[in-house]
């Protein structure tokens, strides 16, 4: 059997939202921000990913537990997740301490730098989604790019397809050249690894894996009251497509 190596990723931070909503958004909530996954709302009940849940005390402690090779990815043999949430303000905001720790056992240095840096997205997204978007219903699309999207340069094309100028950064206001129309959007996240969009009802998320060996990805969250799921997933698509071909 392969020997592997624990990791651990500790984050804080403070949002406003109440503890209730920062607990729907972990539990019920996820397409908003992250992927749609379904807990079972007990202590010892399925999690996400073949899991299960450890600790189950809402809305101020929810954990959960992998360690199926089948719901992991290889090169992983143990993956838990803990959030803890305390109020804050007399409720109206919240500290939330996230813990994520597990086992990988190859390519440990690198995986666990891309771990972090995702962390930081994906949390940096939950707090988008409780700031603007609270509870709504969400249209989730998630597509990763063709072959070639996994090359150095793929996600700096990336950029230049959106019509990202190369100074603007966080806070700047963009249009954006997205499939069959330009979006009104505001730079809420922007590094060398990633880009988020939000728009009036949109999260757009871009995530440059090809730093990590694995192609151009995005997902959209889309809060529109007639959102198209299959006209989304179709367009992008072919705008990853058009842009990689």
């Known amino acids: 059997m392969a020997t592997g190596k624990e990791f651990e990723i500790e984050r804080e931070f403070e949002v406003d939202a109440s503890p209730a909503q920062v607990w729907d958004a972990l539990t019920t909530g996820t397409g908003g921000w992250l992927w749609p996954m379904e807990y079972e709302p007990r202590e010892g009940g399925a999690a996400p990913s073949g899991g299960t849940v450890t600790r189950w005390e809402p809305p101020h ?43 990988l056992t190859d390519d440990w240095e690198s995986r666990y730098e891309a771990a972090g840096k995702h962390t930081d997205f994906y949390l940096h997204t939950l707090r988008q989604y409780l700031t603007y978007f609270p509870g709504l219903p969400v249209t989730f699309t998630a597509l990763e790019g063709p072959a070639p999207a996994a090359a150095p340069d793929a996600f700096a094309r990336l ?14 206001r963009v249009r954006v050249d997205a499939p069959g129309e330009h979006l009104d959007a505001m730079i809420d996240f922007r590094s060398r690894h990633f880009i988020g969009l939000r728009t009036e009802t949109a999260l757009l998320r871009f995530f440059g894996r090809n730093h990590f060996g694995a192609p151009v990805s995005l ?7 007639h959102a198209d ?17």
């Open 61 to 103: 402690r929810l954990a959960a537990r992998v360690a199926n090779p089948d719901g992991l990815p290889p090169g992983q043999t143990l993956n838990q997740m803990d959030h803890t949430i305390e109020p804050r303000d007399g409720g109206r905001r919240s500290w939330v301490r996230y813990v994520h720790s597990g086992i």
């Open 159 to 172: 950029g230049r397809r959106l019509g990202l100028p190369d100074d603007a950064s966080e806070g700047a």
């Open 219 to 225: 997902s959209i969250h889309d809060f529109a009251p």
């Open 229 to 245: 799921p299959k006209g989304t997933e179709l367009a992008w698509r072919d705008w990853l497509l058009r842009l990689y071909a």
